[in-house]
């Protein structure tokens, strides 16, 4: 299975916007509504930020949201804030009943 | 809270089977996906594979032959083991559980365990 395609950096200022793209297939990010997004800060464990493409887990600002379009998903972060830098990784179910990850993207806070 | 924690030998010799076990506090481990997720230093993140209550697995392809995943459910706790390991392997190991109504999703993260494969 090949790693989703994501964008190996962004970067944004205070208070605006950014969007994280997340390219795949049909055999996973097109086929699925089960495409997770991962926060991950340096030396620590990834955290769940979005699932099932749209849905935030308790205690994740809305700030973070998700869609999706055909193949691609997207996550966007409004309001950007300083604690927002960080690495960001999605990942979706295929169907060979596996899961995989996109390379992951160096968020930059200016 | 769920809490998860890897433990294992930290350096593994080439061609030997690497082995990690996570221990399950606060919550169960029945019923739930488990998975384990590794990520070689300065990389990505990559899906070794998850279980289901010792029901079924799934493995990623690119693994599948070299790795096993079993779980106890007395002790709470559930393994790796990935066999005829080389230096690519070497990475941070991590497990995590899902949770109920959040489908194909690592929830709850263990802090990862660092394997090393050297002779």
């Known amino acids: 299975q090949s790693a989703l395609t994501q964008p190996a950096s962004v970067s944004g200022s205070p208070g605006q916007s950014i969007t994280i793209s997340c390219t795949g297939t049909s055999s996973d990010v097109g086929g699925y509504n089960y495409v997770s997004w991962y926060q991950q800060h340096p030396g620590k464990a990834p955290k769940l930020m979005i699932y099932?493409?749209?849905n935030r887990p308790s205690g994740v600002p809305d700030r973070f949201s998700g869609s999706k379009s055909g193949s691609t998903a997207s996550l966007t972060i409004s309001g950007l804030q300083a604690e927002d830098e960080a690495d960001y990784y999605c990942s979706s179910y295929t169907s060979s009943s596996t899961v995989v990850f996109g390379g992951g993207t160096k968020l930059t806070v200016l | 809270q769920v809490q998860l924690q890897e433990s294992g030998p930290g350096l593994v010799k080439p061609s030997e089977t690497l082995s990690l076990t996570c221990t399950v506090s606060?919550?169960?481990?029945?019923?739930?996906?488990l998975y384990w997720i590794r990520q070689p230093a300065g990389k990505g993140l990559e899906w070794i594979g998850r279980?289901?209550?010792?029901?079924?697995?799934d493995y990623n392809p690119s693994l599948k032959s070299r790795v096993t995943m079993s779980v106890d459910t007395s002790k709470n706790q559930f393994s790796l083991k990935l066999r005829s390991v080389t230096a690519a392997d070497t990475a941070v190991y991590y497990c995590?559980?899902?949770?109920?109504?959040?489908?194909?999703?690592?929830?709850?993260w263990g802090q990862g365990a660092l394997v090393t494969v050297s002779s």
């Open positions: 279980l289901y209550s010792s029901v079924s697995t």
């Open positions: 995590a559980r899902d949770d109920k109504g959040i489908a194909v999703s690592a929830v709850f």
């Open positions: 099932e493409v749209t």
């Open positions: 606060g919550g169960s481990i029945n019923s739930y996906y």
